[in-house]
C-alpha cells in the first residue's frame, strides 16, 4: 500500500494552493461587472488595502461545504489534488489524503490561496479601472 510521504504532502500543498489561486481568481471575475461606478471600484481597492471586514466579507470566499450541486467539498478538492499528485509509479487518492494527518493543512493551503487570490484579482481590477 502507497503512504503518503514528504514529498507527497508537499506536492499536495503546491496543488491545493494552485487550485485555490485558479478557482479563487476565476470567483473574483463575477464582483465587477461593465456597469460598476469608479466609486465602487475606489471602495474594493481601499477597503482590501485596509483589511476592511465590511469590505472583504462581501468577497467571494473559499467554500468546501458542497451545499450547491456542482460546489467543492474536501473530497472534491482532496481527489483533484491526488490527480495531481499521481503519476505512472504511484497512485494517490482522495480516501489516502483524507484519512492523513495532513488533511487540514492540505484544505488550509486552498482556502488561503483562494481568498488571496479573489483579494489580488479584485484589487487588480479595481486598480486598472481606477487608472
Not at 502507497?2 to 494552493?17: G, K, M, P, Q, V
Not at 450547491?68 to 495531481?84: F, I, N, Y
Request: proline share 3%; glycine share 6%.
Amino acid at each position: 500500500m502507497t503512504r503518503i510521504t514528504d514529498s507527497h504532502y508537499e506536492a499536495a500543498l503546491a496543488a491545493a494552493i494552485d487550485i485555490g489561486k485558479d478557482e479563487g481568481t476565476s470567483a473574483a471575475s463575477w464582483v465587477f461587472d461593465g456597469n460598476t461606478d469608479r466609486h465602487v471600484y475606489a471602495w474594493y481597492l481601499s477597503g482590501i488595502e485596509d483589511g476592511d471586514p465590511e469590505v472583504l466579507d462581501t468577497l467571494p470566499s473559499a467554500d468546501l461545504s458542497g451545499q450547491w450541486a456542482d460546489g467543492r467539498t474536501p473530497h472534491t478538492l482532496l481527489a483533484d489534488v491526488a490527480s495531481e499528485i499521481s503519476d505512472d509509479d504511484t497512485t494517490i487518492t482522495a480516501e489516502m489524503l483524507l484519512g492523513d494527518v495532513t488533511t487540514p493543512a492540505i484544505l488550509d493551503a486552498y482556502e488561503t490561496a483562494f481568498n488571496d487570490a479573489v483579494c489580488d484579482a479584485v484589487a487588480a481590477t479595481a486598480r486598472k479601472m481606477l487608472a
